[in-house]
């Protein structure tokens, strides 16, 4: 989330918060789940991240270097900042949780909030007020939903998983390596869509300072410029 403050310490806390948050990750070496093999939605930037660990822990491991566990990561694929493009985020829980704890209302779907949220992001991105997009109130998806089910590959292995469908996004979720992942796409995701462990983060982390840059120019209608490395 970006946080509006003065314009005068924008890029510096920008850049501080990319370095903390790139060096951590990279003292934890996580190998999460991700979207491989789509030409449509290359690797793009770092999604969601959260960890149970408390502030003094996560304080101390960054002056010794040590690790702290990740609950979950996400990775993002394709176009962020076009809506009319595809977009994919692939959240990793190593918590064993999957949707968001916030319990959906009677007859909703799991992942009604991430769809909500979504669709949230996208009007926003869509209007140019993406100040929109930093209230901390979750948006919940009010449907019609559509279930069905597709074929997915993930860690080599073939199966069906069930779909929720919304407007122009789509939510499944599966289990591999004994982990939960959570899927949701802008625009149908292609047939039989492969999921692998990603060993390689380095993309990430450099598209993570490069639209960091990004969001702060168009949030504050700043020129762009160069990220943290």
């Given at each position: 989330?970006?946080?509006?403050f003065p314009s005068y310490i924008q890029e510096p806390l920008a850049r501080w918060t990319a370095r903390m948050r790139l060096s951590r990750l990279r003292r934890i070496g996580p190998q999460p789940f991700g979207l491989t093999a789509d030409p449509q939605r290359p690797p793009l930037t770092l999604g969601d991240e959260s960890s149970s660990t408390g502030m003094i822990t996560e304080a101390l491991a960054a002056l010794t270097g040590s690790r702290v566990p990740l609950d979950k990561l996400g990775l993002l694929y394709g176009n962020y900042f076009d809506p009319s493009a595809p977009f994919v985020e692939v959240t990793t829980h190593w918590d064993g949780r999957g949707w968001l704890t916030t319990p959906v209302p009677p007859g909703y779907p799991e992942g009604a909030w991430e769809l909500g949220q979504a669709e949230r992001r996208d009007a926003a991105l869509a209007s140019g007020n993406l100040r929109a997009?930093?209230?901390?109130?979750?948006?919940?998806?009010?449907?019609?939903f559509t279930r069905g089910t597709t074929e997915i590959v993930a860690g080599g292995d073939a199966s069906q998983v069930a779909t929720v469908s919304y407007q122009d996004y789509t939510a499944l979720s599966f289990t591999a390596e004994r982990l939960m992942v959570t899927v949701v796409s802008r625009h149908p995701l292609p047939p039989s869509p492969r999921f692998d462990l990603v060993t390689d983060l380095e993309p990430f982390f450099e598209g993570y300072a490069r639209e960091t840059q990004e969001w702060?120019?168009?949030?504050?209608?700043?020129p762009a410029s160069a990220g943290p490395h």
């Open positions: 989330m970006i946080v509006p997009m930093l209230s901390p109130e979750q948006h919940l998806a009010d449907g019609p702060l120019r168009r949030l504050y209608r700043q």
